[in-house]
């Protein structure tokens, strides 16, 4: 087989660039062209791609890589240090697609951005030779090389109008209907020529790989698939680690049902006496793991369950009020995931007297990332986030003041604070005291119902496809992870 067919859940969005990426769809796409410095292996760990090796200087703040100059965009042109530089000062330049820069939250550190707006240059890169980058930051950034993994962070050239990267395979036509993918002829393999994506709804998924639509569905973590842990079954799946947080995202801003903090706090604590005992619908089980905290359990700032629960229910004396302001003012909730995980919240949340307005319901991805980015027009946008789970600054991304997908919706000052001071430590002994005060603000500021994880979930025909387990990647979307039987 020459040819790859994918499904994917959503719509991944018009532009496929790694500078303006800022949704998990776009990134899960755009990794199989564009390769940053390092990425992101199992259990957190930090793996070459881009850059051969690297070195660190002792406080911290200088990063020093050595290039794999070997490596060849799609046009023949070789990667050196020069693209790193040149691909993050025309990326961080760019206006936005969301509320930041997708670039912003890691070069916002980096020495000379305050006088980026003017000399359109970061004094704080720097190439020392052909394949020697080095990047200075102006402070202590113990979390450096997490958030250079990514897309967004990769290097690319522009050639007669398209953006190349030196991946397996080359993005050459992107439609509101699917994505066409060829393989890099400056790559060995990938093992196919030619991929396929098409947006696949999670109702409609199985039948697309029964019917030989699709070989293999993405991101399936809202879909139903039977039997597919069987082995016995044409239907294959691997799960994944928890990757995306499931959060009912509450619009706070000044003229919004939830700019009072009381009704935030009433919700949460509303939400977890509704949901956090219950046993999940049949088709959540084997995705979902409910937690209302922002770090898994293993992860330095989470904090004992009896801590958490006795900050969550500090908004029960106020849930009468809150229920009463809706039945005045109906609240609008939103989303861009499957309706059966949102009927599943307005359901339970009914049963206790929250009314809903009519505008609630699904909305697709663009106009849930314009929601969420730009527009602010719902109070409760039920939605997934992908951040790293290694190191607990990844949530920063989403709650940090210039994180790459922050929202003005969501800002919450000591949060956003404490996330910044937490950037600054270096001693190792201090991360999880430190962090644990991130857990406890945000659980009394409410930037966001936390509900819990979603587990990331690969499915495909086993009869047509093979899938590489050893994943290189913590959450893998890579479609040379797949080899033809």
């Known amino acids: 087989m020459k040819a790859l067919k994918i499904g994917f859940p959503e719509h991944w969005g018009e532009n496929l660039s790694p500078s303006l990426q800022h949704t998990i769809y776009a990134d899960a796409i755009m990794a199989n062209e564009y390769e940053a410095l390092v990425t992101i292996g199992p259990a957190g760990s930090i793996r070459p791609l881009a850059a051969k090796s690297w070195t660190v200087s002792p406080d911290k703040r200088i990063f020093t890589f050595k290039i794999d100059t070997n490596k060849k965009f799609s046009n023949g042109q070789r990667l050196t240090a020069q693209t790193f530089k040149d691909s993050w000062e025309y990326g961080l330049d760019l206006p936005p697609k969301s509320a930041n820069s997708s670039l912003q939250d890691i070069l916002y550190k980096v020495v000379g951005y305050e006088d980026f707006a003017r000399t359109k240059k970061l004094r704080g890169l720097r190439v020392i030779d052909e394949e020697t980058f080095e990047v200075e930051f102006q402070n202590p950034f113990r979390a450096a090389l997490t958030n250079l993994a990514g897309s967004r962070m990769a290097a690319f050239v522009i050639d007669n109008g398209k953006t190349l990267g030196t991946g397996p395979y080359v993005i050459v036509e992107n439609t509101s209907e699917n994505v066409t993918l060829v393989a890099n002829p400056m790559r060995e393999g990938p093992y196919f020529q030619k991929v396929t994506v098409e947006v696949i709804k999670p109702d409609s998924s199985q039948s697309a790989l029964d019917s030989d639509r699709i070989d293999a569905y993405g991101m399936a973590e809202q879909a139903d698939f039977k039997n597919c842990l069987d082995e016995s079954s044409t239907i294959g799946c691997f799960a994944g680690n928890e990757s995306r947080h499931v959060v009912l995202a509450l619009n706070s801003r000044p003229d919004r049902f939830f700019r009072k903090k009381e009704h935030r706090l009433a919700l949460q604590a509303l939400v ?184 990331t979930l690969m499915v495909y025909r086993r009869d047509k496809v093979q899938l590489d387990k050893t994943f290189k990647q913590r959450e893998d979307s890579r479609f040379s992870s797949f080899q033809p039987l």
């Not at 790459?404 to 800002?411: K, V």
């Open 272 to 455: 977890y006496k509704v949901f956090m005992k219950m046993d999940l619908p049949e088709t959540m089980k084997l995705k979902t793991v409910l937690d209302p905290q922002i770090f898994l359990p293993m992860q330095a700032g989470h904090i004992e369950n009896e801590e958490a629960m006795a900050i969550i229910e500090k908004g029960e004396p106020f849930i009468a009020d809150f229920v009463k302001d809706t039945e005045r003012r109906p609240v609008t909730i939103t989303a861009g995931t499957s309706d059966i995980l949102l009927n599943w919240i307005k359901d339970g949340l009914s049963a206790h007297g929250v009314k809903f307005s009519e505008q609630s319901g699904i909305i697709t991805m663009k106009e849930l990332a314009e929601t969420y980015y730009k527009k602010w027009n719902t109070d409760i946008l039920l939605m997934t986030m992908s951040v790293a789970s290694g190191d607990p600054d990844g949530i920063y991304h989403v709650l940090g003041e210039n994180g790459a997908i922050s929202s003005p919706m969501l800002f919450k000052k000591e949060t956003s604070g404490l996330l910044e001071e937490g950037r600054r430590i270096l001693d190792s002994e201090k991360i999880a005291e430190h962090y644990q005060k991130v857990t406890k603000a945000a659980l009394a500021e409410v930037p966001f119902v936390h509900l819990g994880y979603l587990k």
